[in-house]
C-alpha cells in the first residue's frame, strides 16, 4: 500500500506584479550600495560645479557683439602660399603618426604587464598600471617644454612628447583588451608546452590586434588634433603658424591656418573610420558568416586570397609608405639622441625642487579645483548631449539609416574641430575664464563620448531586444528595457573616462585663457620657473589618480 503525502499546493502568479513581486530578489552587498551612493556624490558635484560656473546663455548673445568686432578685424580669410602650406601639413601629419606609432610600440610590453592574465605577478601589474597613469597625467604641453630643452628646435621634440603622452591611454586600452580575450587558446598551446612569448604572438595577439589597430587609430585622431596646443610651445607644424599669426595679430591668417586645421582633423576621421572598417574585417550581409569550403587539405592550408584580404594587404602597405614618407618628411637629427644624455642631468636639476613659487598653495590649489570643476561640469553637458546623440548613432536604436547616418556624421564633424581653436572662438565671445573651457570641453567630449555610446549599444546582446520586440513593445521601450541596461556599464566607463581626459585637457586650454591651473603652468613656463611646473603637474597627477582608482573600483563593482 502506498503512501500519500501531501505536497504544498504552488499557485503561479495572476498578474505581472504578483510575480515580480514573488521572484527571488538578489542582495545588494553594501560595497555596491558605497559604489551608488559614490556615483551620486560625484553627480551633485558635478551639478554645483555647472552652477558655479554659471553658463549664461543670454549673457553669451549679449556679447556677440564681441565676436562681430573680432571678425570685422580678421577681415578676409588668408590662407598660406600653397608650398608653404603642404609642407607644414606633411610636417603635422608626419611627426603626429611618427608619435602614435611610437607610443603603441611602447604600449605593447605595458600592456602586457598590465593585464592581469599575462603579467608575472601584482608587482608588474602595480608598475605597468603606475607608467600609464603617470604618462597620461604629465600634459603633453610639458613634455614637449623638457624636450625642446633637450634636443634642438624641430620634429623630434614634439614626437617623443605625443609618443610618451599616448602611452597612458594606448597601453591602458591595450590592456583592457588583453583582459577579455578568450584563454581558450592561449592554454592550449600552454598546455603544449609553449612559452610566454609563443603564447602570446600565438594565442593572444590574433584576439586583441583588430580593438588594437581602433585604438591607435583613435588615438592618432586625437594627437592631431591636440598637435594644435603643441604650437604655442615651439613644436613645429601648423600650431606653431597659427600661434605666430595670432600672436602677431594677423587674424586673418590665423583663422585661415584654423580652417585647414578644421578640415585636415575632419579627412583625418574619415580616412581612419575607413582604414578601421577595412582592417576590421567587416563584410556585407551577403557574405557575413558564410562557410569557406575547400577542395583539397593544400588549399586550407592556402590562405585564399579573398577581397578582405587584398583589401587588407593593400592598407598595410600603404601605412608602411606613409610610415617611411613621415620619416623622409620630419627629417629627424637623430644624432640628438646620442648627445642627448649628457644633457638629462642638468635639465632635470631645472624641474626640482618642486615649488609653488610666489603663487602660494592656497592659490594653487584653488586653481586645481577649478580645473576639476572644469572637467566635471563639462562632462556632465557631454554625457546629457551625447547620450540622445550617440542613441540615434547606434543601428540597433536609430529608427533609419538616415538619422544613423546624420548622427555618425555629426559626431565626426563635431570630432573634427580641436578644442583649442574652439576654445579660442569662445574666449573671444565670452571672454577668459572658465566658461570658455568648459563649453570648448563639453563640445569636443560630445564627438568622443557620442561615439562611444554609440559602438556600446551597438555591442549589446540582440536576445533581449528580440524577446521584448516579440511582445510587442515599442522602440523606446525596448531601447528603455534591453538596450540601456545592458550598456549601462560600458557607458559608465566611457564616462569615467571623459572625466579623466577633460581633467588633462582643462589644464592644457587653460594655457590659451580657459581658466584652471594651465594659466599657471603657461606663466611659469615662460617665466622658466621649472620648480612650480614640476608642482602643477604632481598635482594633475594626484586628480588622474583618484578618478583612475574610482574607476576601477566602479568597474569592478558593477562587473
Request: glycine residues 10%; aromatic residues 8%.
Amino acid at each position: 500500500m502506498t503512501a500519500v503525502t501531501d505536497r504544498p499546493r504552488v499557485h503561479a502568479p495572476r498578474t505581472i506584479a504578483q510575480a515580480v513581486s514573488a521572484a527571488p530578489r538578489r542582495r545588494i552587498s553594501p560595497e555596491r550600495i558605497a559604489a551608488g551612493l559614490t556615483l551620486v556624490v560625484l553627480g551633485v558635484l558635478a551639478c554645483v560645479a555647472l552652477a558655479r560656473i554659471d553658463i549664461s546663455v543670454p549673457n553669451m548673445i549679449a556679447s556677440w557683439a564681441n565676436a562681430q568686432h573680432f571678425f570685422a578685424r580678421v577681415g578676409t580669410v588668408r590662407f598660406p602660399e600653397l608650398p608653404v602650406l603642404l609642407q607644414q601639413t606633411a610636417l603635422t601629419v608626419g611627426l603626429v603618426l611618427l608619435g602614435t606609432l611610437l607610443a603603441a610600440v611602447l604600449s605593447v610590453p605595458i600592456a602586457y604587464l598590465a593585464a592581469a592574465n599575462t603579467s608575472p605577478g601584482r608587482g608588474w601589474i602595480a608598475a605597468a598600471r603606475f607608467v600609464s597613469v603617470l604618462t597620461r597625467a604629465v600634459p603633453d604641453v610639458v613634455l614637449a617644454m623638457v624636450f625642446v630643452l633637450l634636443f634642438t628646435i624641430g620634429p623630434l621634440p614634439g614626437i617623443l612628447a605625443i609618443g610618451i603622452h599616448s602611452i597612458g591611454m594606448i597601453s591602458k586600452l591595450f590592456a583592457d583588451a588583453i583582459e577579455q580575450i578568450d584563454e581558450g587558446p592561449r592554454t592550449a598551446i600552454r598546455a603544449t608546452g609553449g612559452n610566454r612569448v609563443q603564447q602570446f604572438t600565438a594565442g593572444v595577439l590574433p584576439q586583441v590586434l583588430p580593438s588594437w589597430v581602433a585604438t591607435v587609430l583613435h588615438r592618432n585622431d586625437i594627437n592631431l588634433r591636440g598637435s594644435v596646443i603643441l604650437g604655442f610651445v615651439g613644436i613645429v607644424g601648423l600650431g606653431r603658424e597659427m600661434s605666430f599669426a595670432f600672436k602677431s595679430l594677423d587674424y586673418s591668417l590665423g583663422i585661415g591656418y584654423a580652417i585647414v586645421i578644421f578640415a585636415l582633423c575632419v579627412l583625418m576621421e574619415i580616412v581612419s573610420s575607413a582604414v578601421r572598417a577595412t582592417m576590421l574585417g567587416r563584410t556585407s550581409r551577403a557574405t557575413r558568416g558564410r562557410p569557406v569550403h575547400f577542395r583539397t587539405p593544400e588549399e586550407a592550408l592556402r590562405r585564399p586570397w579573398t577581397a578582405a584580404r587584398v583589401r587588407t594587404t593593400v592598407w598595410s602597405w600603404v601605412a608602411v609608405l606613409v610610415v617611411v614618407g613621415s620619416v623622409v618628411v620630419c627629417d629627424i637629427a637623430w644624432g640628438d639622441l646620442a648627445t642627448v644624455w649628457g644633457k638629462i642631468a642638468p635639465v632635470a636639476a631645472r624641474f626640482w625642487p618642486p615649488s609653488f613659487g610666489s603663487y602660494g598653495t592656497s592659490v594653487m590649489l584653488g586653481a586645481v579645483f577649478d580645473t576639476v570643476a572644469i572637467a566635471l561640469a563639462a562632462t556632465l553637458l557631454a554625457l546629457a548631449v551625447s547620450v540622445v546623440i550617440g542613441s540615434f548613432a547606434a543601428r540597433n536604436v536609430a529608427p533609419t539609416r538616415g538619422v544613423r547616418g546624420g548622427a555618425r556624421l555629426l559626431l565626426v564633424v563635431v570630432r573634427g574641430i580641436p578644442e583649442t581653436i574652439l576654445a579660442v572662438v569662445l574666449i573671444v565671445i565670452t571672454g577668459l575664464g572658465a566658461q570658455a573651457g568648459t563649453l570648448a570641453l563639453a563640445f569636443g567630449g560630445i564627438g568622443l563620448l557620442g561615439k562611444l555610446v554609440a559602438d556600446s549599444l551597438e555591442e549589446v546582446a540582440a536576445g533581449p531586444e528580440r524577446a521584448l520586440t516579440a511582445t510587442g513593445a515599442t522602440r523606446f521601450q525596448r531601447y528603455a528595457g534591453a538596450t540601456v541596461p545592458q550598456g549601462i556599464r560600458a557607458m559608465l566607463g566611457h564616462t569615467f573616462y571623459l572625466v579623466d581626459t577633460n581633467i588633462r585637457a582643462a589644464t592644457i586650454l587653460g594655457v590659451v585663457g580657459g581658466g584652471g591651473i594651465g594659466y599657471y603652468l603657461l606663466n611659469a613656463a615662460q617665466g622658466s620657473n621649472y620648480g612650480t611646473v614640476t608642482a602643477i603637474v604632481l598635482m594633475i597627477l594626484v586628480a588622474v589618480l583618484v578618478v583612475e582608482g574610482i574607476a576601477m573600483w566602479m568597474r569592478r563593482v558593477f562587473r
